[in-house]
């Protein structure tokens, strides 16, 4: 593995980090306390191509690699979780299974507005009893002549108040479990598709969970992504790329919280010095610093499988268990450094760690994740 960057990658770092520095950071706090999402930080890290960095130029995306997905989405991620997971949804979860099974008029018609970032998509496949569980799904999508009737309700969808697209997995054959599952493109302003209750979260607070409701939806034959029960599959290929994104998210909420604990502990007196100097304060520096560079390293070598063609779902889900575990310790301890200080709003430390505790939950829990991983030691 090459642990080089390529010019390409320096530049798309220099850039966002300019980005984050100029236009996201000093608006991030206020963001949060406000539950606001980032209307014009979306709009211009559209601007810069950031919304479909891994799709090819020729269908709106910025045809880089998964490499320069990951530098982008650290440093998004360092300063402002909610828009970095806005960001993630849209390229792992949205535009790559529309790229990878989505035909030539589907890729027209949805993914180049979407990687350009004039539309925003979500990936509607949770529901209120079907969350780990992911082939026990409710929704059902019936075929009429030329068309499907969906009827359900999905939960705790990112994105999913403001999508133009929504990618939605419905049941198409209850008899064929997992295999009678299919992926649809639903379209904002479809009759039958509403928007239901928006939820109120601990962290991640500038970026929108809402629930999606249809009832007899209808929309056209055309809409079916891939064929009628590759649902399943789709989801699954989909979510290793995405847990890639989960780790990079970690990472770049735990490098927040180790600069900023540096940062105050070389300024806290105690006891006539800085705490940096006692010894109980560096050794959680010191393990706050190795478990980031672990996380990085475990996310690059997923992000470098996948630019390769080769396999890598236990890869991104070691990357995506190992990543997020980390990020809530890194925030822990983050939060011990600042004492009663990072317990209140004054300091971004107590948002980092609102922020960092879902990493865990979503796009497959810690326990999905050791089943995945577990899984695929005992295949060899």
């Not at 108040?161 to 493109?185: E, Q, R, Y």
């Not at 290929?237 to 780790?247: E, H, N």
Request: proline share 3%.
């Amino acid at each position: 593995m090459n642990f080089s960057f390529t010019d390409e990658h320096r530049l798309l770092l220099g850039v966002v980090r300019e980005f984050v520095h100029k236009e996201l950071g000093p608006v991030a706090a206020r963001l949060d306390k406000e539950a606001r999402f980032p209307e014009e930080q979306i709009r211009k890290a559209s601007e810069m191509g950031l919304m479909g960095i891994m799709i090819p130029v020729q269908y709106g995306g910025s045809g880089m690699d998964t490499i320069s997905y990951v530098l982008a989405m650290e440093e998004l991620s360092r300063a402002c979780a909610s828009t970095a997971i806005i960001i993630s949804v849209n390229n792992s979860l949205v535009c790559e299974p529309i790229f990878r099974f989505g035909s030539e008029e589907q890729k027209h018609r949805f993914l180049i507005p979407l990687a350009r970032g004039e539309k925003l998509g979500c990936f509607a496949l949770t529901e209120p009893q079907a969350g780990s569980d992911a082939a026990g799904l409710k929704t059902t999508a019936v075929k009429k002549i030329g068309r499907y009737v969906l009827n359900g309700t999905k939960l705790f969808i990112t994105n999913g108040a403001h999508a133009d697209v929504a990618i939605v997995f419905a049941v198409t054959d209850v008899t064929k479990g997992a295999h009678g599952i299919s992926a649809f493109m639903v379209e904002k302003g479809t009759p039958g598709f509403s928007v239901g209750k928006v939820e109120e979260k601990m962290g991640l607070r500038a970026s929108d969970l809402v629930e999606l409701n249809f009832q007899d939806c209808t929309i056209p034959e055309e809409n079916l992504l891939g064929k009628e029960g590759d649902g399943f599959g789709i989801a699954m290929i989909t979510l290793d790329g995405g847990r890639i994104g989960v780790a990079t998210q970690s990472v770049g909420i735990a490098r927040a919280c180790l600069e900023e604990a540096l940062r105050y502990s070389k300024e806290r007196f105690q006891f006539g010095q800085p705490i940096s100097g006692f010894q109980a304060i560096r050794f959680m520096l010191a393990d706050m610093s190795m478990e980031i560079e672990a996380a990085r390293l475990l996310t690059f070598r997923a992000a470098y499988l996948k630019d390769r063609g080769l396999p890598y779902t236990k890869e991104a889900s070691q990357a995506k268990l190992f990543a997020s575990e980390m990020a809530n310790r890194v925030a822990f301890k983050a939060l011990q450094i600042f004492g009663g200080y990072g317990y209140t709003t004054d300091f971004p430390v107590e948002k980092w760690y609102r922020d960092a505790r879902v990493t865990t939950l979503y796009e497959g829990t810690s326990e999905i994740q050791r089943l995945v991983i577990a899984r695929e030691l005992l295949r060899t």
